[in-house]
């Protein structure tokens, strides 16, 4: 994304705040719609690293629903939460606002929702799947945490 994955430990949830870029246009203006998708897969994704390090996950479903046009060259804020998890899958939801007015999370800026569904696998799982070992990706070991006041800290 460019600005940094945030996660806070207190709501036990993964955010961050980008501008749309032009080359991700679609129609003229607006944001293409598989963008928006993998930005949201891909945040679900880090919420599962932070949540679960030893584990990794694959996509098995995605769904979608875009509440306002995603438009180019505006700010957004992206926050992802994991709502349940089993034995065997982890059901996840990202939430992307257009960054405006005080509150982040307002729900009349929602602009895109995606409910994605993560199987979980250990390193043997995706040695068999992959056929390798498996290692957090290493863009992932940088992640900037928050203490309870909204302070990056270090992980360690």
Same mark, same amino acid.
């Given at each position: 994304?460019?600005? +940094?994955?945030?996660?806070?430990?207190?709501?036990? @949830?993964?955010?961050?705040? !980008?501008?749309?870029?032009?080359?991700?246009? +679609?129609?003229?203006?607006?944001? *293409?719609?598989?963008?928006?998708?993998?930005?949201?897969?891909?945040?679900?994704?880090?919420?599962?690293?932070?949540? =679960?390090?030893?584990?990794?996950? !694959?996509?098995?479903?995605?769904?979608? @629903?875009? *509440?306002?046009?995603?438009?180019?060259?505006? @700010?957004?804020?992206?926050?992802?939460?994991?709502?349940?998890?089993?034995?065997?899958?982890?059901?996840?939801?990202?939430?992307?606002?257009?960054?405006?007015?005080?509150?982040?999370? =307002?729900?009349?800026?929602?602009?895109?929702?995606?409910?994605?569904?993560?199987?979980?696998?250990?390193?043997?799982?995706?040695?068999?799947?992959?056929?390798?070992? !498996?290692?957090?990706?290493?863009?992932?070991?940088?992640? *900037?945490?928050? =203490?309870?006041?909204?302070?990056?800290?270090?992980? =360690?």
């Amino acid at each position: 994304l460019g600005s +940094g994955v945030y996660y806070d430990a207190e709501t036990k @949830r993964c955010f961050s705040c !980008f501008e749309m870029l032009l080359d991700w246009s +679609g129609f003229p203006g607006l944001v *293409h719609g598989g963008i928006i998708s993998t930005i949201a897969d891909e945040l679900a994704h880090y919420q599962l690293i932070v949540s =679960d390090p030893n584990r990794a996950g !694959f996509t098995t479903d995605l769904s979608c @629903r875009f *509440h306002a046009p995603i438009v180019l060259k505006a @700010r957004y804020y992206a926050v992802s939460r994991i709502m349940k998890v089993d034995q065997k899958k982890y059901d996840m939801e990202v939430k992307i606002y257009r960054e405006k007015g005080e509150k982040l999370e =307002d729900e009349k800026n929602l602009c895109f929702t995606i409910t994605t569904v993560f199987r979980r696998a250990d390193s043997n799982v995706m040695k068999k799947v992959v056929g390798a070992k !498996f290692y957090p990706p290493r863009h992932l070991l940088n992640y *900037h945490f928050l =203490d309870t006041n909204g302070k990056i800290i270090n992980p =360690d």
